[in-house]
């Protein structure tokens, strides 16, 4: 089922090249929003549809994923810092409120340290902070497939067609339930591309690899959500990236963080209780309701 929130596609100019951005829902007020390690901005979808009428989202595609696979990006997430901070100045946008979830967490947070100037407040959802490698002692791949498991496992793979990459989604333990939410499924096929083998992820790996490293072990972009000056809220999942109980995050890991407990990685931005939280969280910031840390 196709989302109703209206939704275009903007093409921002870089000095790298041309970021899609995506323009969903409407409002008197603007959130820009970043996506996690593999997906795109349409993740934000349903997002969009819950704010509708409050504000717009704008969801730039990053460097390597979706319509923006073909831009470069460097290690250390600071090219997309500043492609976030440049989605705020193009967009002409005063101050908006800053949403990251999962690697856009990250992203999210060390924009803010970097262009302060650009952005009122900021919420991160299940991401941002620190966490425990599952595996410290192995290799980026190796790590971020036991961190993020199928997503990270499907970039190597080849689809006959849209319906098989969604079945393949639908086995995923904390997505895979999700798939009839409306926009869910439209955010899974934005990250498709055809080759000559068929359909595949859109997601550059060197890029995935270089944002994973970052997120796991960058001693900079572990500090920028503790060293914000804006008014921060952090969203927590209380179930992790395959649906087991105990989350991503540590519960300790930011002070005031805010636990959904019947919320997974996914679902936290996409539906349920997760989003019900995100959405009322934006409000808080939009309204000014949330103090400076």
Partial sequence: MTITARRAAHLLPTPAGDLEVHELGS???????VHGITSNGLAFLPLAQALDGVARVLAPDLRGRGGSAAVPSGPGLVDHASDVAA???????????????????????????????????????DGGVAFPSPAP????????????????????????????????????????PLLDVPGVADHLLHDLV???DGLRSSCVADVIRLDGAAVLADPDVHAAAHTQALPTTLLRAGRGMLDQPGGLLPASAFPGAV???????????????????VAASVRSHISGEVAPR
């Fill in 137 to 176: 002692d192995a290799s980026i791949d190796e790590q971020l497939l036991a961190t993020i498991g199928p997503a990270m496992r499907r970039l190597t793979m080849r689809f006959p067609s849209e319906q098989s990459y969604l079945d393949f989604w639908r086995e995923h333990p904390a997505l895979g």
């Fill in 194 to 196: 055809r080759d000559t």
């Fill in 27 to 33: 409002g008197p007020a603007t959130v820009v929003a």
């Fill in 259 to 277: 636990t959904v407990p019947a919320a997974n990685h996914y679902s936290i931005v996409l539906a349920g209780d997760g989003l019900a939280a």
């Fill in 87 to 125: 989605v705020a100045a193009g967009f002409r946008l005063d101050r908006p409120v800053l949403l990251g979830h999962s690697l856009g967490a990250f992203v999210a947070a060390l924009a803010a340290v970097r262009h302060p100037e650009s952005f009122g407040s900021l919420v991160l959802v």
